[in-house]
């Protein structure tokens, strides 16, 4: 005989338990990826991008943006004001990155972002704005991972979104 358990106010069976435990669970794990990558990117803007302009480290910062890409499947950054960018993930808010000369900084990410798909894409890209997708290519030779960058640096618009696609097995 299987055991039904109250859970606010309707009444689960064994399986349906199971299922909303395991909900909460990948939640939980969700949530806490969240949490480590809002401190990584309020880390790395700190170390790059809000120091005194000697100091910026653009390629540094870039390349870790495409592994906090891997870790989440995607980043998202956007102007939003004169002294902060936003970063995202999906459709979740990750963290407002305060600044100075917000719109300076991320033009300047997305011309570097330019440079690396070019290097990576084997292609030419736009300084401007373009949408570049490329493999990943291990020291073997060999692709594990493929990358898709879309990025806009405009004067009216400065945005980037860095996408890693995994491959099925």
Known sequence: MSTAIQSGGELLQPREQFQKAMSLEAEHIREAALSGARQQIERLAKENLIM??????????????????????????????????????????????????????????????????????SREVSPYGDTVEFPEIQA?????????????????KQEFTITAHTPTA
């Open 140 to 156: 073997e030779g060999s692709s594990t991972q493929r990358w898709s960058v879309h990025f806009m640096n405009t004067p009216d």
């Open 52 to 121: 005194s302009p000697p100091s910026f480290d653009f390629p540094n910062f870039v390349d870790q943006l495409f592994c906090l890409a891997e870790q989440l499947g995607s980043i998202y950054c956007t102007y939003l004001t004169e002294n902060s960018l936003r970063f995202r993930s999906h459709e979740d808010a990750l963290c407002d990155v305060i600044l100075s000369r917000a719109r300076c900084k991320v033009r300047m990410i997305c011309a570097r972002l330019s440079v690396a798909c070019e290097e990576r894409g």
